[in-house]
C-alpha cells in the first residue's frame, strides 16, 4: 500500500462547480499534513495545512479524519486558475514529507 | 528576489557523465531538500540537511552525493548518469527540520541521453 494515496483524475468540472479531493495514508503516527498545488512544468506550493478542526481559507476547506487516515480538499465556486496538480501531503517518521501523486484538476469555461 | 534558486534549469547530458546541480536560498532557513520528481510526477525526497548535516538520506544509489557547503546552499552530484537518472530535480527549503511548509526551487529538468 502506498504510504499516501490519491486518485490521480482528472477532474473535469465546469467554472463555478464544488469539487473534492480526497487523500487516504497509511502511517497513523503521521503528525502533519497538507494541501500543495502544483501547476504543469512548476514546482509545488503550499495550499494549506490541514488542522484536526478543519479549516478553511476563502473557497477552499479542508478536513482531516485521524480515524480513518484521511484528508480532504475542497474547492467551492471554481475558477479556471484553480487548474493545476493538487498534492496530498503527509509528514511521516523523522519528519519527513511524503507526497501523494497528485490529483488533476481541470476546471473549463 | 527568488527565494529558492536552482541552475541550472534545464541540463541535457550523455549516458556516463558527472554533473551537478546547485541551490541556494535566501530564506535564512536551517534545513534543506532534494527532490526528485519522474516521469509519473510522483514526488520522493531524496536528501535533507539541517544546518550543513545530512539528516534524511533515502534510498538513492551513491552516484548521488548531496554537499551543503553552508547552509544556504545545498548542491546535488551525480556520477556515471544513467537513463533513469532523467527527471525533474527539485530543491526546497523550510524554516527547521520538524517539518511544516516548503519553499521549493523552480526545478531543474534533467535529461540523460
Known amino acids: 500500500r502506498k504510504e499516501v494515496e490519491q486518485d490521480p483524475g482528472p477532474f473535469n468540472v465546469p467554472e463555478g462547480a464544488t469539487v473534492a479531493f480526497n487523500c487516504t495514508y497509511s502511517?497513523?503516527?503521521?503528525?502533519?499534513f497538507f494541501w500543495y498545488r502544483q501547476d504543469c512544468r512548476k514546482e509545488p506550493k503550499l495550499l494549506m495545512s490541514?488542522?484536526?478542526s478543519g479549516n478553511e481559507d476563502g473557497r477552499f476547506t479542508a478536513q482531516l479524519n485521524r480515524a480513518s487516515q484521511y484528508i480532504s480538499l475542497l474547492i467551492r465556486d471554481s475558477k479556471l486558475s484553480d487548474s493545476a496538480t493538487y498534492l496530498c501531503?503527509?509528514?511521516?517518521?523523522?519528519?519527513?514529507?511524503?507526497f501523494g501523486t497528485g490529483t488533476r484538476l481541470q476546471v473549463t469555461l | 528576489d527568488t527565494a529558492v534558486s536552482q541552475t541550472p534549469k534545464y541540463l541535457v547530458t550523455q549516458m556516463g557523465n558527472d554533473k551537478s546541480i546547485k541551490c541556494e536560498q535566501n530564506?535564512?532557513?536551517?534545513?534543506m531538500y532534494w527532490y526528485k520528481q519522474d516521469s509519473k510526477k510522483f514526488l520522493k525526497i531524496m536528501f535533507s540537511?539541517?544546518?550543513?548535516?545530512?539528516?534524511i538520506n533515502e534510498t538513492v544509489p551513491n552516484r548521488f552525493s548531496p554537499k551543503s557547503p553552508d547552509k544556504a546552499h545545498l548542491n546535488l552530484h551525480i556520477n556515471s548518469l544513467e537513463l533513469g537518472d532523467s527527471a525533474v530535480y527539485f530543491c526546497?527549503?523550510?524554516?527547521?527540520?520538524?517539518?511544516?511548509?516548503?519553499?521549493f526551487g523552480p526545478g531543474t529538468r534533467l535529461t540523460v541521453l
Open positions: 526546497a527549503s523550510s524554516q527547521n527540520p520538524e517539518g511544516g511548509e516548503q519553499f
Open positions: 490541514v488542522y484536526s
Open positions: 502511517n497513523s503516527a503521521s503528525q502533519s
Open positions: 530564506l535564512g532557513h536551517d534545513t
Open positions: 501531503v503527509v509528514t511521516g517518521t523523522a519528519s519527513k514529507l511524503t
Open positions: 540537511y539541517n544546518n550543513k548535516e545530512l539528516i
